[in-house]
């Protein structure tokens, strides 16, 4: 497989399903989602894997096929900024000083307002 015939396929739950899809419903499904997903066959991967590696280390995402099945995905590795779940936790603790505290009932009652 050259670089021309690499599909672009969307990153969700349902991956086994978007190989039976053609490349051009592939890229038009990832131009609509924005979530663009490079896939490779597993002999290509091997042949490739430092240049994929950055790909990965530039944000982008790769899955890995075998006869066509997605077998692997390849991910940026997601950095936890501590001082950032700091802040989330105390502007959460702020707000609920704020806020009056909510009965059972009246989260019940939200929950099925219109639903009658």
Do not use: W
């Amino acid at each position: 497989m050259d670089g021309s015939e690499r599909v672009l396929s969307t990153c969700g739950a349902a991956d086994a399903a978007y190989t039976s899809l053609t490349p051009n419903v592939l890229y038009l499904t990832s131009r609509l989602t924005g979530q663009f997903v490079k896939t490779y066959q597993a002999s290509e991967a091997k042949t490739h894997f430092l240049r994929i590696l950055d790909e990965v280390e530039r944000g982008q995402s790769v899955i890995i096929t075998r006869h066509g099945k997605p077998v692997a995905r390849i991910q940026p590795e997601k950095v936890f900024d501590a001082e950032k779940a700091k802040q989330a936790f105390d502007r959460i603790r702020e707000l609920r000083k704020r806020t009056l505290p909510t009965s059972l009932e009246e989260i019940l009652s939200a929950r099925d307002e219109g639903r009658r």
